[in-house]
């Protein structure tokens, strides 16, 4: 059984950062790869970072590239999605998810384990 427990959303204003933590519970946290995805009212979830369990390949969305940064500590279970110079529509619930292969995926629907969400507002 893995548990995913996102934290460290919150409301700033547009240009601000906000650090997004996510503690995973299980075994062999080092085999998954893990990913940000986020969900706002009346869209689809998209996924916003992926990174491999090695750490070494690294997707980032179009998006957000350039202003946030994903990486993982294996020895603490944890996966960190640092977001600088938010945007009023990078405001979404994001949630933390998890899957057991070697290349991550992009598709929300091949990973196998979520985190509850944590919600991010960003005002203008």
């Known amino acids: 059984q893995v548990q995913l427990v996102e934290s460290g959303g919150g409301l700033v204003q547009a240009g601000d950062s906000l650090r997004l933590s996510c503690a995973v519970s299980g075994r062999s946290f080092s085999s998954y790869a893990m990913a940000w995805f986020r969900q706002a009212p009346g869209k689809e979830r998209d996924i916003v970072a992926h990174?491999?369990?090695?750490?070494?390949?690294?997707y980032y969305a179009d998006s957000v590239k350039g202003r946030f940064t994903i990486h993982r500590d294996n020895a603490k279970n944890t996966v960190v999605l640092q977001m600088n110079s938010l945007k009023s529509e990078d405001s979404a619930v994001y949630y933390c998810a998890a899957v057991a292969r070697q290349i991550p995926p992009r598709g929300s629907h091949e990973y196998d384990y979520w985190g509850q969400g944590t919600q991010v507002t960003v005002s203008s």
């Open positions: 990174i491999s369990w090695s750490g070494v390949r690294i």
